[in-house]
């Protein structure tokens, strides 16, 4: 019985064959006749040698791939180090410009700041505290911490001089002779803080202007870093996109990115940054950004967390 199974296998086999046969024969015959055989084209030395001349190029390529990569890696630091000191130098020219439209001459200036030394406010005059309030207030440059010194050194004397006029002279108040010597003498202090309660006040209100622009502005931040921009990238976009609508975000990010580009420090541009407005906000995305730079997490993974 197995035997005659086998019989019946060996021959569907043979069917088999002969019908693939048949049919591959069919399909050749309608085949134009080609002869592919490489001997009609090349001969064997030529042949060898155009194999030679391949593996040659292909083992010069592989030694001087390396190089190649590192002069192009120096091209690209060259030039990220030509645009930087291009940036350091307009933002310094921009610095300078706006210090010159603060309507002060030299001299002026120099009048003022002999002026401070002589009543012993130097101190004041260096500190850190009031350079970055002045900042925040909008009130940039060298010669912002001289103007303001002065005006608290000259508006007590205004006060008090405006205040004897009134009441010695005019006679504007019908009070009696020591109450117009004690408000003569309280007008002395008061003339004294009102420039520090006028900028403190402008200081209050550009943050709060900032604080209800700032969540668009770091909405707009992180969609830059995810399209690929970098640090100062993202920041010089938000400048000019908020610019027409948000003209305290638009300046303390052009600040910022002005600082990234010319600092030596960049966590420091981040930390002037924060200083600057002393909001909770800023400080938060000025962290996040530092342990940023600092860890290699990556931009859009850590203003994420904060948005």
Do not use: W
Request: aromatic letters at 8%; glycine letters at 6%.
């Amino acid at each position: 019985m197995f035997a005659q199974m086998e019989g019946i296998d060996d021959a569907i086999g043979q069917m088999s064959d002969g019908f693939i046969d048949d049919a591959l024969r069919a399909i050749l015959s309608y085949l134009p006749d080609v002869d592919f055989s490489p001997g009609d084209y090349i001969d064997l030395p030529t042949a060898i040698l155009l194999m030679a001349i391949m593996a040659t190029f292909m083992v010069i390529v592989v030694i001087t791939m390396p190089y190649i990569r590192q002069y192009q890696m120096k091209s690209r630091l060259k030039a990220v180090a030509k645009r930087r000191e291009e940036l350091k130098a307009l933002q310094l020219a921009k610095r300078q410009e706006s210090s010159k439209k603060s309507g002060v001459s030299e001299s002026q200036l120099g009048l003022m700041k002999k002026v401070v030394e002589m009543v012993n406010l130097q101190e004041l005059l260096e500190a850190r505290e009031l350079k970055l309030k002045l900042a925040g207030a909008g009130y940039r440059g060298a010669s912002a911490a001289i103007i303001f010194t002065f005006l608290r050194v000259l508006t007590p004397f205004v006060f008090a001089g405006v205040a004897a006029f009134l009441l010695f002279v005019a006679k504007t108040f019908d009070v009696d002779h020591t109450t117009k010597i004690i408000i003569t003498v309280v007008s002395f202090p008061i003339g004294f803080y009102f420039p520090h309660l006028i900028l403190t006040s402008q200081l209050q209100a550009r943050q709060k202007e900032f604080i209800s622009n700032f969540p668009d502005s770091l909405d707009l931040l992180v969609i830059c870093v995810e399209a690929g921009l970098s640090m100062e990238g993202a920041f010089n976009r938000v400048t000019e996109e908020m610019a027409s609508t948000a003209a305290v975000v638009s300046m303390e990010f052009g600040m910022t990115s002005a600082e990234l580009a010319y600092l030596g420090d960049r966590q420091q541009a981040l930390v002037n940054f924060h200083s600057r407005m002393a909001v909770d906000s800023v400080k938060s995305l000025s962290t996040s950004l530092i342990q940023s730079e600092k860890y290699g997490t990556p931009l859009a993974t850590a203003l994420r967390v904060i948005s």
